[in-house]
């Protein structure tokens, strides 16, 4: 998912539908902004994409206020349905608040089994609604206290933007899995996922938000910075800049860009392979194909041209359409692969489905030989961190060797990045990221499916 807010700017609403517009690529299935015109917050969110949800200017005259948080979602906790569309708004006995979540929390069944015994009634399936009532249940007084008092509770992956009549909160966890930045604009200040949002908007980027970090922005112009959880090491998620990330952001200290280049240089040096051509599965594999092509001294064309009208295939959540989305978005260039030793790049193999389909293609238009590259190690883990893999049986590669792999996607070759090459060519050697979709190393624990309260 996406988050984005801004505090005291008179097009507060405007600019964070923009802001939404440059994060799109974080969740495709709905999205939502909530302003607050300093007494009453106003909510405009639906299912669909930002421009069809935000599309028509009218709408903006329901979303009034120097203040606004938005929200773009794909789910990893509860259903892709209306009700789950955020960020979520809510009246209780101290005002209205407003959030907005990207990540995911791993003791949340645990919690709401809880809350529920104690009388809560849940109006959503998200994690997210359980911060909600933690705030209610909270027995300390100003927000600040509150907030830090729910968020005690829970583990997991969070950036939350909480909104109310007077104030927006942003909050990273202590983990600082997911990615979150901080921008100026005139008098006002902005919080993004990402910084291309900002880039949007022409807002100074003015740093990145900490992990364990508190920004909390108050109606005298000035923020109030504050670590209010016990720390922990930080563990960054290393797939952001595998493939998750916009490649004009800068995250975690770096661009993204110029990692994605790294990593595909550094399959170049792993993986030698005489071949004609290097081409990318677009535009994830991009950058890390641009970046084999100049190390291995092998040509780089756009051998697969992408219809941009369709959406991350992946994120699509009905198995259905992820079946046929490979032929909607993609089409290859004969001209290019005809009688070509041809070396694919794609970031990523989950199921398989995508890589098959493609050197089916690529062969189809022609192509002698077809070597799949992939510029991060075998996924052979879920994420429980906010990322949407799907359980373990579905990855392909917990269940399959190299050999059996390189058979079902039916290439001459394959070749994954190591974990160590990833780890270098990210090149923070102070930065312990998390990398459990690769290496089962999970930095916060999560209870196992037998110590879960049965819930209907
Ligand atoms: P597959 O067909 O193997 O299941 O999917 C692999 C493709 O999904 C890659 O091209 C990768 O870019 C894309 N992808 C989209 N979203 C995700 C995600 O959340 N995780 C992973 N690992 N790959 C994703
Ligand atoms: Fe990122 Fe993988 Fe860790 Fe999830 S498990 S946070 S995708 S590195
Ligand atoms: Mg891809």
Known sequence: CGVFGVYNHPEASNLTYLGLYALQHRGQESCGIVSSDGNTLHAHKRMGLVADVFGNQDVFKKLPGSSAIGHVRYSTAGASVEKNVQPIMVDYSRGSIAVAHNGNLVNAQLLKAELEAYGSIFQTTMDTEIIIHLLAIARTNSLEDRIVEALNRIKGAYCLLFLTETRMIAVRDPNGFRPLCLGKIGNGWVVASESCALDLIEAEFVREIEPGEMVVCTSDGEIKSMFPFRSVEPTPCIFEFVYFARPDSYIFGKNVYLTRKELGRQLAREYKIDADVVIAVPDSGVPAAMGYAEEAGIPFELGLIRN???GRTFIEPAQAIRHFGVKIKLNPVREILAGKRVVVIDDSIVRGTTSRKIVKMVRQAGAKEV?????????????????DTPNRKELI???????????YITADSLGYLSEEGLLKSVGMNNTNFCKACFAGDYPVAFPKPADLPQMG
């Open 371 to 387: 070597h799949m590259r992939i510029s991060s190690p075998p996924t052979s883990y879920p994420c429980y961190y906010g990322i």
């Open 308 to 310: 941009h009208y369709v």
């Open 397 to 407: 590669s917990s269940s399959h060797t190299l050999e059996e792999i390189c058979k």
